[in-house]
């Protein structure tokens, strides 16, 4: 997903002298694309988040469309009071690439795992949150997103081949994406676990659940009302997120269905507890979260056993 968002970039670049791309010190192998075609355009902040996010709000304020790109934790998390004081506070064009959601730097450490960053940007009002699925709607979003004259999110992960079977690389800002019907449970999904929400309700289809599969992957602006219309024909729902269960899209899903007054049941599947100073595989440490096919199929099952609402 990382290199198809910088290869797009490049390609936007020769239409549009005001996009600028500025790493904090890392992604060499991946961001090259961006810097050789525009090398004058192309810089590096260093190790120094907050720097580099003031840097790219004086751009912005000077009429450049700046990128800044980081690690998810580094992007999100170091600098977030110069993004709501920045960007946020004076509605500009920075637009933030965190690279690598929740454990895509399994091995590296903690430190490396993005559990919380979409919580945090989805609560600065004017502050775009996008998570797309696949390197397809990854190219969809920023193709369709570029030009916003507010701030913007990305979260990007690291996988470059894995599709999203039914999504096709369709992306609407304040959309959500349906790329299965079902008729007994909605998953509703986020980023690239969305493949895995997927492959589950496939799965569990051979077990004869009928599952939808709705794909979210804009956070802000939420789509409330197609999030009603798919929470309004189930009785039973769970949010499926590479993320802490607060303040994502299972937050966002609990917030819809309370203020709409919804009569559907929400499971929600994600991280619950803190990291314990583990490290490990990407594929290892979402296992131990319930974070794998067969966790996300089991939660289904739950969700189904504990049934809907009653009056």
Known sequence: MRRAFVQELAEIA????????????????????????????FFNAGVAEQNMVGLATGLAESGFIPFVYSIATFAALRPYEFVRNGPVLHQLPVRIVGTGGAFDYGTAGPTHHALEDVGIMRMQPGLAVICPADAQQTTSALHATWDLPGPIYFRVGKDETTCVAGLDGRFRLGGAELVRDGT????????????????????????????????????????????????????????????????????LAAEVIAE?????????????????GISGSEGWLAAQHGLSVEGLMSSAREALAQGCLTS
């Open 260 to 276: 709409a007054g919804l009569r559907c049941r929400l499971s929600r599947c994600g991280v619950r507890r803190g990291s314990e």
């Open 184 to 251: 007994d449970l909605l998953l509703l999904t986020t980023g690239s676990i969305a493949a895995d929400t997927v492959a589950a309700a496939e799965a569990l289809a051979g077990e004869g659940v009928s599952c939808a599969v709705l794909v979210v992957a804009t956070l802000n602006p939420p789509p409330v009302e197609e999030l009603e219309g798919a929470l309004a024909r189930f009785p039973v729902a769970v949010s499926v997120e590479s993320h802490y269960v607060t303040g994502g899209l299972g937050s």
């Open 14 to 41: 020769e239409r549009d002298a005001r996009i600028l791309l500025i790493t904090g010190d890392l992604g060499f192998s991946v961001v090259e694309p961006f810097a050789d075609r525009h090398p004058d355009r």
